[in-house]
T-cell receptor, first 114, second 114 residues
């Protein structure tokens, strides 16, 4: 079974625009992670935000976490065609996070048109 | 090698055949994970190794699935008597330590059962 629900399922934008993806989860978490998957390639870890953090930045990526609403968002600013991919949120199975087992959402497919 | 490698990249099997999928983790990584990803879905956890010990196999769908990591490095996922519902991408990931360390994913093996 999957932990997260992602919204929207698909998103299409023009190059230069911002893209926002949302993730909701069900149980208490230690951290939440975002991954990117290009067509035909493996998952690439983008960013990890811990449960005591509300916002985190990495380059053009901005992640927020609201533990009271059990939700997170990923914002990609100034998008590029190379950002076209599927994006997944993932949480460790146990609240303490010490098993390493990740539960993934169903993903958001982002298309950035040049 | 620089990253996690998997072989073969593509495997076509006739229903009832046995298959073996190989994962070479990043050298020195203690933890190794297997995930199954159906088309259009997020990855789902199968099993977890810490060195040679299989600490969690709760995600294996049936007793036809078997994984091993005898020397704490390379791992093999074996599926016996394959069925059509086994068709998926099988992803391997490794992490340096245990628990919440970042997981690095391989490109996956796409298994098609006819």
């Amino acid at each position: 079974s999957q932990q997260g629900e992602e919204d929207p399922q698909a998103l299409s934008i023009q190059e230069g625009e911002n893209a926002t993806m949302n993730c909701s989860y069900k149980t208490s978490i230690n951290n939440l992670q975002w991954y990117r998957q290009n067509s035909g390639r493996g998952l690439v870890h983008l960013i990890l935000i811990r449960s005591n953090e509300r916002e985190k930045h990495s380059g053009r990526l901005r992640v927020t976490l609201d533990t009271s609403k059990k939700s997170s968002s990923l914002l990609i600013t100034a998008s590029r065609a190379a950002d076209t991919a599927s994006y997944f949120c993932a949480t460790p199975r146990s609240p303490s996070g010490n098993t390493g087992k990740l539960i993934f959402g169903q993903g958001t497919t982002l298309q950035v048109k040049p | 090698g620089a990253g996690v490698s998997q072989s073969p990249r593509y495997k076509v099997a006739k229903r009832g055949q046995d298959v073996a999928l190989r994962c070479d983790p990043i050298s020195g990584h203690v933890s190794l994970f297997w995930y199954q990803q159906a088309l259009g879905q997020g990855p789902e956890f199968l099993t977890y190794f810490q060195n040679e010990a299989q600490l969690d196999k709760s995600g294996l769908p049936s007793d036809r699935f078997f994984a091993e990591r005898p020397e704490g490095s390379v791992s093999t996922l074996k599926i016996q008597r394959t069925q059509q519902e086994d068709s998926a991408v099988y992803l391997c990931a490794s992490s340096r330590g245990q628990g919440t360390d970042t997981q690095y994913f391989g490109p996956g093996t796409r298994l098609t059962v006819l």
